[in-house]
């Protein structure tokens, strides 16, 4: 049976290129092209070719990126744009649809970034080259489908080919135990996109109209078990890529075991996906069993909060250390979600952007004093300063930057996150001031426990054979700028970044407001 694959955009988006389709397939036709390089291991040349092609392509689709969404896409619209539809395989009900609203566009922007920063980290890497930037490239591919995607199934395939090429790059290109780690991961994230499959089929299959098309799930009208049901299995699904208590075990073996590169895109993108889906559909697609969930999700992220700064504090390896900190720092955006309200939405998109440039800046840093010291246990580093001045700036600053320090991103998102919860009227004043002090003691054990780490690696008694190590290199320099710069400008000027998606937001709790009054409304007792 043929597919029919003629496309057609949107009218509000005035135009006849695909741009959306034009952005995924870029970084994959890249990969395409990566068997046609001769397999030279030798030579030096034939080992930077890989590289200076995935570099190449990934800047075109960053650049087009930027380009298209600060040209096409209006900041004060909350509906979808630029939307490309093509019937795939309409036997299956499957479309290539794409979209792009507030909840997307800084994401898509963001991975783009992450992805070409984690291939032009990868400098190093020498053996499989070909192989190594083919998987970064099909991976910026299904990151930007995850982001984009406007059909359930086409998501659904898009969250599956991504797992594929992190399996394949930690299980080959990591640790000591990297296939440990690599299974784990896997297993993990596999057995939860099971969840994911049965709830948004059960979604799909409600009612007359069989759709995998979002916009057409939103309209839907779900009977309250089955919403509940759909929910729990999208939070728990979601949830291990976010990832949440206790579902987050894989994360610091995964990072532990992955080259630097790698963790970068752990960090910076990957756990956004998790943020991202739970908007997308625990939110926007089934809001009354969000409002019900909400006071749950917020317990659930003060237990991330302070589960995983404690956590930190017993890891003796700096990524390790890193790792449990995303876990307690992730938790903030589970509390802006379950804060039900514009602030508290918009921190939990902006706590995502932040978090994603400032762990990749931590996990940048960490990867280039591994490649001088061989070595990522605190316990053997010592006196780093003297010799790494301008690398111990850089990690320090990033430090500052996820303690949440005033003036940079992550104090703005996270400060936004705690007024959501204080202005959320539906939950009671014992709640609320409950929740802000267990969360203010994450806040408080964060810059213990980075601070720490930054004494016991950076200064302390100067280990000898670490005193001749070289200082960052220019392109080091440049991608550790291309990280940090952005979260100043957040950090001074947030509306860069809120601009983006907060008519989407203030949509998104208008929408949850309304269904909360008319639950409220049913509730009452009839005159």
């Known amino acids: 049976m043929d597919a ?62 930027i380009a298209v969404l600060s040209r096409f896409f209006d900041t004060q619209k909350d509906n979808l744009q630029l939307v490309e539809r093509a019937n795939w395989l309409p036997f299956i009900g499957l479309e290539w649809s794409l979209g792009v609203d507030g909840l997307s566009a800084p994401l898509v922007i963001l991975s783009g970034l992450i992805t070409l920063l984690s291939a032009a980290a990868s400098w190093k890497v020498r053996s499989k080259t070909r192989l190594y930037f083919a998987l970064l490239l099909v991976q910026a591919s299904a990151q930007a489908l995850v982001f984009l995607s406007q059909d359930f199934l086409l998501f659904f395939l898009a969250w599956e080919l991504e797992l594929v090429p992190v399996y394949l790059l930690i299980a080959i290109w990591g640790g000591k135990r990297k296939l440990y780690a690599a299974t784990k991961f896997i297993l ?48 728990i699904g979601f949830g291990v890529k976010l990832p949440i208590f206790p579902l987050h075990t894989w994360l610091p073996d995964a990072h532990g075991e992955a080259n630097a590169p790698v963790s970068m895109l752990l960090a910076g993108v990957l756990l956004k996906m998790g943020g991202y889906a739970l908007l997308r559909f625990n939110v926007q697609i089934l809001p009354e069993a969000h409002i019900q969930f909400a006071p749950a999700l917020i317990i659930i992220g003060i237990v991330n909060i302070i589960y995983g700064a404690l956590n930190a504090f017993a890891q003796d390896n700096v990524k390790r250390r890193i790792a449990c900190s995303s876990v307690s720092h992730m938790g903030f955006v589970l509390l802006g979600i379950g804060a039900i309200n514009s602030l508290g939405i918009s921190g939990a998109m902006l706590q995502m952007i932040s978090h994603g440039l400032i762990a990749a800046a931590m996990f940048f840093v960490t990867g280039s004093f591994y490649e001088r010291t061989n070595t990522l246990s605190i316990p053997n580093m010592g006196g780093l300063a003297k010799v790494l001045p301008i690398t111990f700036a850089f990690f320090l600053a990033s430090s500052l930057a996820s303690l949440a320090l005033p003036g940079m991103s992550g104090f703005v998102s996270e400060i936004t996150i705690f007024l959501g919860i204080t202005s959320q009227s539906e939950f009671t004043s014992i709640f609320r001031v409950i929740t802000i002090l267990i969360a203010a003691i994450g806040l408080i054990l964060t810059p213990i426990y980075l601070l720490s780490m930054c004494r016991r690696v950076f200064f302390g008694p100067r280990i000898p054979a670490l005193a001749t190590i070289e200082e960052m290199s220019p392109r080091e320099l440049t991608i550790s700028l291309s990280l940090l710069v952005p979260t100043l400008f957040i950090g001074f000027w947030p509306r860069i970044a809120i601009d983006f998606y907060e008519t989407t937001t203030n949509a998104l709790a208008n929408n949850l407001a309304s269904h909360n009054l008319i639950a409220i409304s049913h509730s009452l007792p009839l005159a």
């Open 4 to 65: 029919d694959l003629s496309l057609t955009v949107a009218s509000n988006a005035s135009i006849g290129t695909p741009w959306l389709s034009l952005i995924v397939l870029l970084p994959a036709i890249g990969a395409l092209l990566m068997p046609l390089i001769p397999e030279e291991e030798e030579e030096e040349a034939q080992t930077q070719l890989p590289r200076n092609l995935a570099l190449g392509f990934l800047s075109i689709d960053f650049v087009l990126m």
């Open 188 to 235: 993990y994230t596999a057995l939860a996109s099971l969840l994911i499959l049965i709830s948004g089929l059960a979604l799909a299959l409600y009612g007359n109209d069989f759709t995998f098309n979002l916009s057409e799930l939103i309209n839907k009208d779900y009977p309250k078990g089955l919403s509940l049901l759909c929910y729990l299995g999208f939070l």
